[in-house]
């Protein structure tokens, strides 16, 4: 009897008989591929495949097909085949032959009440054309277009739910780009990378509930409208895309402040900025119009600054971070990463470290946590680390991360070496820990 239980415990479909919603979260949550499998289960999930709304087609569903498959007429009968309403449409990291393609799957999807597109082709010299079937889409509230070549038509109404918008190396002219923000009434998070090619840009964004904006590229100057930002990363690129794909170094700056770029003009818009996040080359560019001790305005809701790439050769990006810094009277954490050195930093740059520590003038009454990567034990580094322990009246953990060191020289520093120095030196806080990882 125990027998007969136990085989028809198994004999039961419990999935099968899960409630619709459950079953369909499930398949949402699998890959494509895997959901096309479950079609040889039975019956009931024979047609799973046609009614589900998240399609993604990636590298991993263009895997699980045969060599000899023809990826675009797959995906063309799985759209023409598919019933029901399709949510999220999901085209990325494969190469699609021709552009026709995407034309016709945009027709058919425009059907469709789609929420969440993306488009992320391979890299090519030549971008992907969208076309105006992707300004049909008034539904989206999440855009991702990457390798593309983006021209909104006259009639373009906006997209009047877009909530998310990310463009990585999208070829975008610069008057319509501002024309398309401006009927993007409810844009809250915005993605740029490598905008335009390897041009210099000229940031002019009005989005009034932009909350986060991450840029990476070139710019010579930014305007934010009355945007109430929270999150600001911008990175001015040191490398940008040749025509092979392949990423290069280029040390193009803008030669002159250009439209008055400096701190105070772009920081008096960011009253409401909790999260920044720059580095060294786009620290070089704020200072082109001078780094004040201090911005006129404070920026009260500032907690967190990450700062990657600092050069510390470079008194100006010294001074624009401690100008940042010393504006921001509630700040809780900072993060450094230093660029690697070759500890042939200018004695300039030394003397001004020194000069300031002289000073003891209070960096932050409120900054409790600092955490450093990348330290070679260069001098300039010590110098700006006791800058801190000398400035910061209240911190409480310094976090200091070593970069990759060949040196085998006697002289090398080590963190016992960097301690007993650092004991040597009197801080201004009495709690501090100093740790290393």
Not at 54 to 64: E, P
Not at 288 to 307: F, M
Not at 412 to 425: D, G, K, T, V, Y
Request: aromatic share 10%; charged share 25%.
């Amino acid at each position: 009897m125990a027998a007969t239980s136990f085989e028809g415990a198994f004999a039961v479909d419990r999935i099968s008989n899960l409630p619709c919603d459950i079953t369909d979260h499930i398949l949402n949550n699998l890959p494509l591929r895997d959901v096309a499998r479950t079609s040889i289960l039975s019956r009931e999930w024979r047609y799973k495949l046609v009614t589900i709304p998240n399609l993604v087609f990636d590298r991993d569903f263009k895997q699980s097909l045969h060599r000899n498959c023809d990826l675009e007429s797959i995906i063309d009968q799985i759209l023409l085949l598919h019933r029901g309403p399709i949510v999220k449409f999901s085209l990325k990291d494969i190469n699609i032959k021709h552009n026709p393609w995407i034309h016709h799957w945009l027709d058919l999807l425009s059907n469709h009440c789609i929420e969440e597109l993306t488009l992320r082709f391979s890299y090519s010299p030549t971008y992907h054309s969208m076309p105006h079937f992707l300004f049909s889409f008034d539904r989206l509230r999440h855009l991702y277009l990457a390798n593309c070549d983006v021209r909104p038509p006259p009639t373009f109404e906006g997209f009047g739910r877009l909530v998310r918008l990310d463009l990585v190396s999208v070829q975008f002219e610069l008057c319509e780009f501002k024309r398309f923000l401006s009927k993007c009434p409810v844009l809250e998070f915005l993605n740029m990378r490598s905008f335009n090619g390897n041009s210099i840009w000229h940031f002019d964004i009005d989005a009034p509930k932009l909350k986060s904006l991450h840029f990476w590229g070139k710019f010579s100057s930014m305007w934010f409208g009355n945007a109430a930002l929270e999150e600001l990363s911008v990175c001015y690129s040191d490398f940008v895309l040749s025509e092979e794909g392949i990423l290069v170094e280029d040390y193009e700056m803008p030669e002159s402040p250009g439209n008055g770029l400096n701190l105070f003009k772009i920081f008096s818009q960011l009253s409401s900025i909790e999260r920044l996040e720059i580095n060294g080359r786009t620290m070089q560019v704020l200072a082109l119009g001078g780094a004040p001790e201090k911005l006129p305005n404070h920026l009260d809701n500032l907690a967190l600054i990450q700062l990657s790439d600092i050069d510390l050769g470079h008194t100006d990006e010294v001074a624009c971070a401690l100008c940042l810094i010393r504006s921001s009277p509630n700040l809780q954490r900072l993060e450094i990463k230093f660029e690697t050195t070759d500890n042939s930093a200018p004695d300039g740059a030394i003397r001004y470290l020194k000069s300031l520590q002289k000073r003891k003038t209070p960096l932050s009454r409120s900054l409790k946590n600092i955490k450093i990567e990348n330290f070679s034990g260069a001098e300039p580094e010590l110098e700006f680390i006791k800058l801190f322990l000398s400035a910061a009246t209240v911190l409480q953990k310094l976090e200091i991360k070593a970069g990759f060191c060949e040196s085998n020289d006697e002289g090398a520093w080590s963190p016992r070496s960097l301690l007993q120095e650092l004991e040597s030196f009197s801080p201004s806080s009495s709690k501090v820990a100093v740790l290393f990882d």
